[in-house]
């Protein structure tokens, strides 16, 4: 106990030194203080040499809080205007859906004409597509610009514990050389992308970008419907390698093995494991941090000992701060901090009674082990909201009603996630194998997807609440208390593991025909259903469109330029098992609606690409033009048509002529009409008004049910007489909320005829309307 004081001391040092007008801060003194009060009760003669102790640790912890850096050389030259930095990337490049960040070590900046050396830590943000690596001698060009605070999360702070005082944006970035980092460090990283390109290949999004999340610790993947989903459960730990996640994982883990033959060896297995496994991932500092407290954890619920894992957790602070004194204000390390707190106070009671109540049932041998699984979940989450709850309180001031049944329901099969991808990517050399495994764990991970889906859209799924932070800090400060005076007694119940063991053949089979019946029944209910559908994707402001015919063809037109988005609008819609795009329809060359498509040609097979056969010199465009090459690609101009086999047409209205390069993107977009017997789509993209006016030149029959505003409903962007032609029965607008040219405009607006319904992405999300060629029915999925 007397390491739990002299950390606390230690805290308290850092704390006073580096207070400031933030919660943050306060929050840890409070803790402090009311633990340091339990310490002064104890001075007697035996205890005067540890109160000592304390205070001169405390010092220390002062000390070492006024070394701090609080800015670096670089960063005086932000707001100054351009300049070109040199330097090497330092760590893995974070690669988004629009843009790369890199942090960099700066050696060298010139500006207006003169280099000189300096040093500072940057970050970089540069526009996608790049081709940047680890280890990399770059050069960036632009301003360099202080950090913002936003209103519930300071950008500057998180950047600052990383040493980072300066960002630059929309940087002009060349690569000079390669090969400046670590090896070792750059092999894992390929590593790691391989892997990650595996699992890429043999599922669809949301799953495979889920199951990277929780395999490699790349979450970027996840598209922000599928995050935001997952944040407003309260689910977010699933997503990513965070220490409250291994908490509540190491909990379970420890106390399934606690049931089996291996009950006193269960450190001895889960500790490499999570050692192989966070050097794999990269072994960052957050990823560290979350190994040591599940590490921590694990050992001190084997060994069972009254006062490890306090004294172990008070040995963590000391030398986390001494390295960072920062950490201590990390949001991530306070939620691993807690969780392991509250997993050390209340997982053996609550599993106790918990027990308890199910002896008291007497449930059968076989069921009542599986009642003693989802109890075991149970207890862990219960354990870990406890103490977890007030932080998320006190920093978002949101809280999740549905956490706990979530929770509940998905985190039993985290760890056949873990298992069958993690087998079924280190078996990838064995491509039959590594695929049955992969279809496999798609049915633990659409569960969890659907399962959070599911209750994100309840209307009190997140709640906004703010609590008042004395009362949170109050309620922490006896809960440290709490910890210090009293460790709780270990309990533990029925052992399903052991019963799975003793029926491992039976429960193999039953398992593997459960599947196969849940993947039947899923191939099945994706089989077409006789209609017409046609997506308008929530893209922001970007041109999107799935079409999907009576048969089942599938056409896509553009894109946008956020590939997990569009990959996951896909995988949510198409057959799980299907591959192939029939139809990819490429507009126009404009990246900002097609850039995404470069990912769509690595995961899906086309079968036919349609463009209007404009060259660009853009290398970018360039490069999606030489992966098209790949497949069939046919430019097309007014007058062209495809039929399908289930009555379905597509009828090309624009380009008048293929293009000539520099000529207007907009002036000879594709537009197409797609008919189904009595009703039609008019699908405009960005079609300008002199392209409008061209097709109403050319004569051709425009009439349809539903037309696409062009251009997202700028200024200027709709011709009354193309509108009077077309005589829409509904419109459909794709936009942004956030977007800068303030679409759509009112003026634009103001040309619709307000009985038309005007259905649009940026208020209700992505608009799905379908036909079976009679009756038109129009849903919104936000």
Same mark, same amino acid.
């Given at each position: 106990?007397?390491?739990?004081?002299?950390?606390?001391?230690?805290?308290?040092?850092?704390?006073?030194?580096?207070?400031?007008?933030?919660?943050?801060?306060?929050?840890?003194?409070?803790?402090?203080?009311?633990?340091?009060?339990?310490?002064?009760?104890?001075?007697?003669?035996?205890?005067?040499?540890?109160?000592?102790?304390?205070?001169?640790?405390?010092?220390?912890?002062?000390?070492?809080?006024?070394?701090?850096?609080?800015?670096?050389?670089?960063?005086? &030259?932000?707001? #100054?205007?351009?300049? /070109?930095?040199?330097? %090497?990337?330092? !760590? @893995? +490049?974070?690669?988004?859906?629009?843009? =790369? &960040?890199?942090? #960099?070590?700066?050696? /060298?900046?010139?500006? %207006?004409?003169? !280099? @000189? +050396?300096?040093?500072?830590?940057?970050? =970089?943000?540069?526009?996608?597509?790049?081709?940047?690596?680890?280890?990399?001698?770059? !050069?960036?060009?632009?301003?360099?610009?202080?950090?913002?605070?936003?209103?519930?999360?300071?950008?500057?702070?998180?950047?600052?514990?990383?040493?980072?005082?300066?960002?630059?944006?929309?940087?002009?970035?060349?690569?000079?050389?390669?090969?400046?980092?670590?090896?070792?460090?750059?092999?894992?990283?390929?590593?790691?992308?391989?892997?990650?390109?595996?699992?890429?290949?043999?599922?669809?999004?949301?799953?495979?970008?889920?199951?990277?999340?929780?395999?490699?610790?790349?979450?970027?993947?996840?598209?922000?419907?599928?995050?935001?989903?997952?944040?407003?459960?309260?689910?977010?730990?699933?997503?990513?390698?965070?220490?409250?996640?291994?908490?509540?994982?190491?909990?379970?883990?420890?106390?399934?093995?606690?049931?089996?033959?291996?009950?006193?060896?269960?450190?001895?297995?889960?500790?490499?494991?999570?050692?192989?496994?966070?050097?794999?991932?990269?072994?960052?500092?957050?990823?560290?941090?979350?190994?040591?407290?599940?590490?921590?954890?694990?050992?001190?619920?084997?060994?069972?000992?009254?006062?490890?894992?306090?004294?172990?957790?008070?040995?963590?602070?000391?030398?986390?701060?001494?390295?960072?004194?920062?950490?201590?204000?990390?949001?991530?390390?306070?939620?691993?901090?807690?969780?392991?707190?509250?997993?050390?106070?209340?997982?053996?009671?609550?599993?106790?009674?918990?027990?308890?109540?199910?002896?008291?049932?007497?449930?059968?041998?076989?069921?009542?082990?599986?009642?003693?699984?989802?109890?075991?979940?149970?207890?862990?989450?219960?354990?870990?909201?406890?103490?977890?709850?007030?932080?998320?309180?006190?920093?978002?001031?949101?809280?999740?009603?549905?956490?706990?049944?979530?929770?509940?329901?998905?985190?039993?099969?985290?760890?056949?996630?873990?298992?069958?991808?993690?087998?079924?990517?280190?078996?990838?050399?064995?491509?039959?194998?590594?695929?049955?495994?992969?279809?496999?764990?798609?049915?633990?991970?659409?569960?969890?997807?659907?399962?959070?889906?599911?209750?994100?859209?309840?209307?009190?799924?997140?709640?906004?609440?703010?609590?008042?932070?004395?009362?949170?800090?109050?309620?922490?400060?006896?809960?440290?208390?709490?910890?210090?005076?009293?460790?709780?007694?270990?309990?533990?119940?029925?052992?399903?593991?052991?019963?799975?063991?003793?029926?491992?053949?039976?429960?193999?089979?039953?398992?593997?025909?459960?599947?196969?019946?849940?993947?039947?029944?899923?191939?099945?209910?994706?089989?077409?259903?006789?209609?017409?559908?046609?997506?308008?994707?929530?893209?922001?402001?970007?041109?999107?469109?799935?079409?999907?015919?009576?048969?089942?063809?599938?056409?896509?037109?553009?894109?946008?330029?956020?590939?997990?988005?569009?990959?996951?609008?896909?995988?949510?819609?198409?057959?799980?098992?299907?591959?192939?795009?029939?139809?990819?329809?490429?507009?126009?060359?404009?990246?900002?609606?097609?850039?995404?498509?470069?990912?769509?040609?690595?995961?899906?097979?086309?079968?036919?690409?349609?463009?209007?056969?404009?060259?660009?010199?853009?290398?970018?465009?360039?490069?999606?033009?030489?992966?098209?090459?790949?497949?069939?690609?046919?430019?097309?101009?007014?007058?062209?048509?495809?039929?399908?086999?289930?009555?379905?047409?597509?009828?090309?209205?624009?380009?008048?002529?293929?293009?000539?390069?520099?000529?207007?993107?907009?002036?000879?977009?594709?537009?197409?009409?797609?008919?189904?017997?009595?009703?039609?789509?008019?699908?405009?993209?960005?079609?300008?008004?002199?392209?409008?006016?061209?097709?109403?030149?050319?004569?051709?029959?425009?009439?349809?049910?539903?037309?696409?505003?062009?251009?997202?409903?700028?200024?200027?962007?709709?011709?009354?007489?193309?509108?009077?032609?077309?005589?829409?029965?509904?419109?459909?607008?794709?936009?942004?909320?956030?977007?800068?040219?303030?679409?759509?405009?009112?003026?634009?607006?103001?040309?619709?005829?307000?009985?038309?319904?005007?259905?649009?992405?940026?208020?209700?999300?992505?608009?799905?309307?379908?036909?079976?060629?009679?009756?038109?029915?129009?849903?919104?999925?936000?």
């Amino acid at each position: 106990m007397r390491l739990i004081y002299l950390a606390l001391g230690w805290v308290a040092g850092i704390v006073l030194v580096t207070r400031e007008d933030d919660m943050v801060f306060t929050i840890w003194l409070l803790l402090v203080m009311s633990t340091g009060i339990l310490a002064l009760l104890m001075i007697y003669r035996e205890q005067r040499r540890l109160i000592i102790g304390v205070l001169f640790i405390f010092i220390l912890g002062a000390i070492r809080a006024l070394f701090v850096p609080s800015t670096n050389e670089i960063a005086r &030259l932000n707001g #100054v205007g351009g300049l /070109t930095i040199e330097g %090497i990337v330092i !760590t @893995e +490049p974070d690669i988004r859906d629009d843009r =790369v &960040l890199l942090r #960099v070590d700066v050696e /060298t900046v010139t500006r %207006i004409g003169r !280099t @000189e +050396p300096i040093a500072g830590r940057i970050l =970089v943000e540069a526009l996608r597509p790049i081709d940047i690596r680890f280890g990399d001698r770059i !050069t960036a060009t632009g301003a360099l610009f202080t950090p913002q605070e936003f209103d519930t999360f300071s950008y500057r702070d998180f950047l600052a514990r990383q040493g980072v005082f300066s960002m630059m944006d929309n940087a002009a970035v060349e690569v000079l050389s390669s090969g400046h980092g670590s090896h070792l460090q750059a092999q894992l990283i390929d590593l790691k992308h391989d892997a990650q390109q595996t699992i890429s290949d043999a599922l669809p999004d949301p799953q495979a970008a889920l199951l990277t999340g929780i395999l490699l610790g790349n979450e970027r993947g996840i598209s922000p419907e599928v995050a935001d989903a997952f944040r407003s459960v309260g689910a977010s730990h699933v997503i990513a390698i965070s220490g409250f996640n291994m908490a509540v994982m190491s909990g379970v883990f420890v106390n399934l093995l606690r049931r089996t033959r291996l009950r006193n060896r269960a450190a001895l297995i889960g500790v490499p494991v999570i050692i192989i496994y966070t050097i794999f991932v990269g072994a960052d500092a957050a990823v560290v941090r979350a190994a040591v407290m599940s590490s921590l954890l694990m050992v001190g619920m084997t060994l069972r000992r009254k006062t490890f894992i306090p004294a172990s957790l008070g040995l963590v602070v000391i030398v986390m701060s001494f390295i960072n004194p920062t950490v201590l204000t990390d949001v991530g390390f306070q939620l691993s901090f807690f969780a392991v707190l509250g997993m050390m106070l209340f997982a053996d009671p609550f599993s106790v009674y918990v027990n308890r109540f199910i002896d008291g049932l007497r449930f059968s041998t076989e069921f009542g082990g599986l009642i003693s699984l989802l109890c075991e979940t149970l207890v862990v989450t219960l354990a870990v909201q406890i103490t977890v709850l007030p932080v998320t309180l006190l920093h978002f001031q949101q809280v999740s009603l549905v956490a706990l049944p979530v929770n509940l329901l998905i985190v039993p099969v985290q760890a056949i996630i873990l298992f069958l991808g993690g087998a079924a990517t280190l078996l990838s050399f064995l491509p039959q194998v590594s695929q049955v495994l992969y279809w496999f764990d798609y049915i633990a991970l659409t569960w969890t997807v659907e399962v959070v889906r599911a209750f994100s859209r309840l209307s009190f799924a997140e709640v906004d609440w703010f609590v008042n932070p004395v009362h949170v800090y109050t309620y922490l400060s006896f809960l440290i208390a709490g910890a210090i005076v009293h460790i709780a007694q270990p309990g533990w119940a029925y052992s399903l593991s052991a019963w799975l063991r003793r029926r491992a053949v039976v429960t193999t089979t039953s398992l593997a025909a459960v599947g196969i019946f849940l993947l039947t029944i899923t191939a099945f209910s994706n089989r077409p259903d006789g209609d017409l559908h046609v997506w308008m994707l929530d893209m922001g402001h970007s041109n999107a469109v799935l079409i999907q015919t009576p048969d089942g063809a599938q056409m896509l037109v553009d894109g946008g330029r956020f590939p997990s988005r569009l990959l996951t609008a896909l995988g949510d819609r198409l057959p799980f098992t299907d591959r192939e795009i029939d139809v990819l329809v490429v507009t126009h060359p404009d990246i900002f609606d097609i850039a995404v498509l470069a990912s769509v040609l690595e995961r899906y097979d086309v079968g036919v690409v349609l463009t209007n056969g404009q060259p660009n010199q853009n290398v970018a465009i360039r490069e999606l033009d030489a992966a098209l090459a790949e497949f069939p690609v046919v430019p097309v101009t007014a007058g062209y048509s495809l039929g399908m086999d289930d009555g379905t047409r597509i009828e090309i209205l624009n380009p008048q002529r293929t293009p000539a390069l520099g000529e207007s993107f907009n002036e000879h977009v594709i537009v197409l009409r797609v008919i189904y017997e009595n009703v039609s789509f008019l699908l405009t993209s960005d079609l300008s008004i002199d392209g409008q006016r061209a097709i109403l030149n050319s004569g051709q029959q425009l009439f349809a049910s539903v037309m696409q505003l062009p251009q997202h409903g700028t200024t200027d962007s709709l011709d009354e007489a193309f509108l009077e032609a077309v005589q829409p029965q509904v419109i459909v607008l794709q936009s942004d909320a956030a977007n800068r040219r303030n679409d759509p405009d009112p003026d634009t607006l103001s040309l619709l005829d307000d009985e038309i319904p005007l259905f649009r992405t940026d208020e209700g999300g992505t608009i799905h309307l379908f036909t079976d060629g009679h009756d038109l029915w129009v849903q919104q999925d936000k």
